[in-house]
């Protein structure tokens, strides 16, 4: 069993060595298939440094003082961006005033008379529980000025706000 063994090992070793015989052979084929037959590096030029030779070429170089400010900032730290100035703030929005509240004057249409041109609204109070009264279109009742009448209500007006009163609010 051992002979068995030993003789598969050799066996098995035999192919591996071959196939990377075969594997190195078409490798060589390849590359010169690729470079055209050329030896690697034929075709390029040749880099030169151009080192001075001589102490008589460094003359003409700048001296190492004028770089001071250069070399007192590191190359990668944040003092060597360059400047940009703040942005100028914006101007402040204009606030726009908000419109007037409509808020209830206390009023109540208590009736509305509409015969050929003449138009009538009978207004009274919430508050005060009085009696009302007969306005006509553009006339004041409580610092209110009447400036339409329709069969389904009124239109006041005061202080540049304008309100529209229901005969039969909802």
Not at 5 to 15: E, F, I, P
Not at 25 to 32: F, R, W
Not at 54 to 60: C, E
Not at 127 to 147: D, L
Request: glycine share 12%.
């Amino acid at each position: 069993m051992r002979r068995r063994a030993l003789s598969r090992v050799t066996l098995l070793a035999g192919v591996l060595a071959l196939l990377a015989c075969l594997d190195l052979l078409l490798g060589a084929k390849l590359a010169t298939l690729v470079v055209g037959g050329e030896a690697p590096g034929a075709g390029r030029a040749a880099w030169d440094a151009s080192v001075p030779l001589s102490m008589a070429s460094v003359a003409g170089r700048q001296p190492l003082e004028r770089y001071a400010e250069i070399l007192a900032h590191p190359v990668f730290q944040k003092s060597r961006e360059p400047f940009v100035p703040p942005p100028a703030p914006l101007p402040p929005m204009p606030v726009a005033v908000p419109p007037p509240v409509a808020t209830d004057p206390g009023l109540l249409v208590g009736g509305v008379m509409i015969n050929g041109g003449t138009s009538k609204a009978y207004l009274l109070s919430k508050i005060g529980g009085g009696p009302g009264s007969w306005v006509n279109e553009n006339e004041t009742y409580q610092g209110w000025r009447v400036t339409s009448i329709n069969p389904s209500g009124v239109r006041i007006e005061q202080a540049g706000r304008a309100i529209e009163l229901q005969l039969y609010p909802n």
